[in-house]
């Protein structure tokens, strides 16, 4: 039984000619001796039948040629249109995501460059070497010109 | 297969420098292929020849992007799954709204049987209720014949992707099918 469910996952591939020589042998060896599989893989190829035996349609010769050439001379010859590799409008609806993200990463740029160092906090003063006593120290805390 | 694609290459080169010629060969060799791929989403002439129109219309425009990374045949698949994919997002329902219509196959002769019209009919409502992403991979596979390896770069997903998806749309497919059947009778 658990076999059978384990075969019937594969019985798609299979019908499809989809599986490699080793699965196939073991499948046909399984199908030879159940029944119920057997069923499901004539089920599976009865679908694959009946969608690909629908109707088939064909154009007339030329026809969507004329309706081409028609469009083409009324919107322009060979206006480029961008495509990310045939993608078409499903890739275009994610332009906006990376575009957002660079231009919001340019602002935060202009604004770090734009702001002036004028405030020069009293871990700076203390990391930068300088010699420091109490008053200086008191300068810096209150804000005041040294 | 390699025949056919350097025929395609050798369509792609010519329409590239300059000679309408190669576009217009290759319109011809696919416009019935992407028709009937077209058609088994839509299930409407009209509508299919206006979605084949702008598939061939992209393919006009960005022939030039075309990098021959894949098939030529898989990147117009592809555009062709994607401007089916936009048509139905844009006008959704459309599918239902025309199997519940009685037109919905106009072509059909009085010589056709009742019953391939039902037949036909049935498939069509039974692929209507299967998800687009699930539908894709099962039309590819049984309506082109394509292999999982080129649905897999059509779609853009793995190789067990598309043979899960394809498993998924025939037991869809067949329960779909067995309700329907169950209802006309």
Same mark, same amino acid.
């Given at each position: 039984m658990?076999?059978?469910?384990?075969?019937?996952?594969?019985?798609?591939?299979? @019908?499809d000619g989809?599986?490699?020589?080793a699965?196939?042998?073991?499948?046909? $060896?399984?199908?030879?001796?159940c029944?119920?599989?057997?069923e499901?893989? @004539?089920g599976?190829?009865?679908?694959?039948?009946?969608?690909?035996c629908?109707?088939?349609?064909?154009?007339? @010769?030329?026809?969507?040629?004329?309706?081409?050439?028609?469009?083409?001379a009324?919107?322009?010859?060979?206006?480029?249109?961008?495509?990310?590799?045939?993608a078409?409008?499903?890739?275009?609806?994610?332009?906006?995501v990376?575009?957002?993200?660079i231009a919001?990463?340019? /602002?935060?740029l202009? @604004?770090s460059?734009?702001?002036?160092?004028?405030?020069y906090?009293?871990e700076?003063?203390?990391?930068?070497?300088?010699?420091?006593? +109490?008053a200086?120290?008191?300068?810096? *805390?209150?804000?005041?010109?040294g | *297969?390699?025949?056919?694609?350097?025929?395609?290459?050798?369509?792609?080169?010519?329409?590239?420098?300059g000679e309408?010629a190669g576009?217009?060969?290759?319109?011809?060799?696919?416009?019935d292929?992407?028709?009937?791929?077209?058609?088994?989403?839509?299930?409407?002439?009209?509508?299919? %020849?206006?979605?084949?129109q702008?598939?061939?219309?992209?393919?006009?425009?960005?022939?030039? =992007?075309?990098?021959?990374?894949?098939?030529?045949?898989t990147w117009l698949?592809?555009?062709t799954?994607?401007t089916?994919?936009?048509?139905?997002?844009k006008?959704?329902?459309?599918?239902?709204?025309?199997?519940?219509?009685?037109?919905?196959?106009?072509g059909?002769?009085? $010589?056709?049987? /009742?019953l391939?019209? %039902?037949?036909?009919r +049935?498939?069509?409502?039974?692929?209507?209720?299967?998800?687009?992403?699930f539908?894709?991979?099962?039309?590819?596979?049984?309506?082109?014949?394509?292999?999982?390896?080129?649905? =897999?770069?059509?779609?853009?997903?793995?190789?067990g992707?598309?043979?899960?998806?394809?498993?998924?749309a025939?037991? *869809?497919?067949?329960?779909?099918?067995?309700?329907?059947?169950?209802?006309?009778k």
């Amino acid at each position: 039984m658990k076999e059978c469910s384990r075969v019937k996952r594969l019985l798609s591939r299979y @019908a499809d000619g989809e599986s490699g020589d080793a699965e196939a042998f073991r499948l046909r $060896r399984h199908l030879d001796i159940c029944p119920s599989c057997r069923e499901e893989l @004539a089920g599976l190829v009865k679908i694959k039948e009946t969608i690909s035996c629908g109707e088939k349609k064909t154009l007339p @010769a030329d026809y969507l040629l004329c309706r081409l050439r028609d469009r083409i001379a009324r919107t322009g010859g060979r206006k480029r249109e961008w495509c990310w590799s045939g993608a078409g409008d499903f890739s275009l609806r994610f332009i906006p995501v990376p575009v957002t993200a660079i231009a919001l990463s340019f /602002l935060l740029l202009v @604004a770090s460059f734009g702001r002036s160092p004028d405030t020069y906090s009293l871990e700076d003063y203390v990391l930068s070497g300088s010699r420091t006593n +109490t008053a200086a120290v008191l300068v810096l *805390m209150l804000g005041q010109e040294g | *297969m390699e025949e056919r694609l350097e025929e395609d290459s050798s369509y792609i080169i010519q329409f590239l420098s300059g000679e309408e010629a190669g576009f217009e060969a290759l319109v011809r060799k696919y416009q019935d292929k992407v028709l009937n791929i077209v058609y088994s989403f839509i299930r409407h002439d009209a509508e299919s %020849e206006d979605i084949v129109q702008e598939v061939f219309l992209k393919v006009y425009r960005s022939l030039e =992007s075309f990098k021959g990374r894949s098939a030529f045949p898989t990147w117009l698949y592809r555009i062709t799954v994607n401007t089916v994919y936009d048509f139905l997002r844009k006008r959704r329902g459309f599918l239902r709204g025309q199997l519940t219509e009685e037109s919905v196959y106009p072509g059909s002769g009085p $010589r056709e049987s /009742l019953l391939e019209k %039902e037949k036909e009919r +049935t498939v069509s409502r039974a692929l209507a209720a299967v998800p687009f992403k699930f539908r894709a991979a099962v039309v590819l596979k049984d309506i082109e014949g394509l292999s999982y390896a080129e649905i =897999s770069e059509v779609l853009r997903c793995g190789i067990g992707t598309v043979e899960s998806r394809i498993f998924r749309a025939r037991q *869809m497919l067949k329960r779909e099918i067995l309700k329907i059947s169950g209802e006309s009778k």
